[in-house]
């Protein structure tokens, strides 16, 4: 494998373990700094989640368009320097509004992703990239392995242990990136920095002027607020559906980013040899509506956990549909392209986790109608259907 490549790999791995080793401690976190009530610390996190979405959509059009215009090396570079500090300034927040500003700065530079994502795209012929996406969405399963379960057991340290640990893993991958990364923007496809294009109204309205790629973007908004159901309440959920602690909650991510990581990895390319793009889109967002249904009742944690090999099937559906889409920009389109799915599936994540944290609280908190910590699951059940009817509307414009 190509070192770059490698690298950019390493950089999602990277990127998914820096999420990961926070969110088993989020809980005990916020409530170290707000005080005792876990309906109450759902509230918060939804709200710092919510923030960091707010400043990805702000911001991530302007990102994908300088890393179109000056390359995609220095945006990465610096953006996991950033990260890195970022992470420092949430080790020692002592009080919400440290949170809350850790939050904004890394809304703001999380470019990673995106980034390498429009990388992947630049060195990959048109009938790759939904493979390759699924390679980056296999190095994410793989950080999502690692980083939870590194988390809970750094949590023995206290709740900001897995904060210095995720500086340090961008700090390290900063270096590596520094040494090794050639630049892929070159004079034949680097577009010039306009406003324009770097507003994220100015960029939507650009990429979404492209034939088919405005229903392809609004499946993606509708399912990336149902999937955030995972980021925004697990973690809460597991507290309160099955009386897991911070070690479980990382094992249970362990698991399922084990899955996402041999979904994506190993068994994209057959699924799309079979399947092709649009029946594999299908297919995934079928899965997820199985899967959240059974996970807004389930009450064995056992259970949960052997229903994660059908759980990670789904992730199939997410590097199909940026294959689709991917195919439909032009090369010096694609910074632009993954900046505004970044701040289409920002705008999600602005929604999604208020309404779910805000579910969790509804259903959880002593004045509960009925006690269901599964009810966000079955609410991103009903916005995956409604993602399915889009795209079987739509499949004929592409």
Do not use: C
């Amino acid at each position: 494998m190509p070192l770059p490549v490698l690298f950019i790999l390493i950089t999602v791995v990277i990127d998914a373990m820096g999420i990961g080793l926070i969110l088993p401690v989020m809980p005990d976190l916020i409530q170290s700094v707000e005080g005792p009530g876990l309906a109450s610390a759902a509230l918060w996190g939804g709200l710092l989640a919510t923030i960091f979405a707010a400043m990805q959509f702000l911001f991530g059009p302007m990102i994908g368009a300088l890393s179109d215009a000056y390359g995609r090396r220095p945006v990465l570079l610096l953006a996991l320097g950033v990260m890195a500090l970022d992470y420092l300034l949430m080790a020692l927040a002592h009080t919400i509004w440290l949170l809350i500003l850790g939050r904004i700065i890394g809304g703001i530079t999380a470019a990673t992703q995106s980034t390498a994502s429009a990388y992947m795209a630049d060195i990959s012929k048109p009938h790759e990239k939904a493979a390759n996406f699924g390679l980056i969405g296999a190095a994410f399963g793989v950080g999502f392995v690692i980083g939870p379960m590194l988390g809970g057991a750094l949590a023995v340290w206290g709740v900001r242990a897995p904060f210095y640990a995720a500086a340090l893993l961008a700090a390290l991958n900063l270096g590596f990136g520094w040494l090794i990364l050639p630049e892929t923007v070159t004079d034949r496809i680097r577009r010039p920095f306009t406003l324009a294009r770097a507003n994220p109204l100015g960029a939507l309205r650009h990429i979404a002027a492209l034939p088919g790629l405005a229903p392809l973007l609004a499946v993606s908004f509708i399912y990336t607020m149902a999937f955030f159901v995972y980021p925004a309440i697990w973690a809460y959920y597991g507290q309160a559906r099955f009386g897991w602690g911070p070690g479980m909650i990382g094992l249970s991510l362990g698991f399922f980013g084990i899955g996402i990581a041999i979904v994506q990895g190993l068994l994209m390319k057959p699924i799309l040899r079979v399947l092709g793009e649009r029946n594999t889109v299908i297919a995934g967002l079928a899965v997820d509506v199985g899967v959240f249904i059974f996970l807004g009742f389930v009450t064995s944690g056992w259970l949960a956990l052997a229903l994660t090999p059908l759980t990670a099937l789904g992730s199939v559906a997410g590097p199909a549909l940026q294959g689709i889409m991917s195919r439909r920009a032009a090369d010096n389109q694609q910074g632009e392209l993954q900046g505004v799915l970044t701040g289409v599936n920002a705008i999600a994540t602005i929604i999604g986790p208020l309404l779910m944290t805000q579910t969790f609280w509804l259903f959880t908190a002593a004045s509960a109608p009925i006690y269901l910590p599964g009810a966000p699951f079955l609410l991103a059940a009903g916005l995956v259907v409604l993602a399915v009817a889009v795209f079987m509307r739509a499949r004929t414009a592409f």
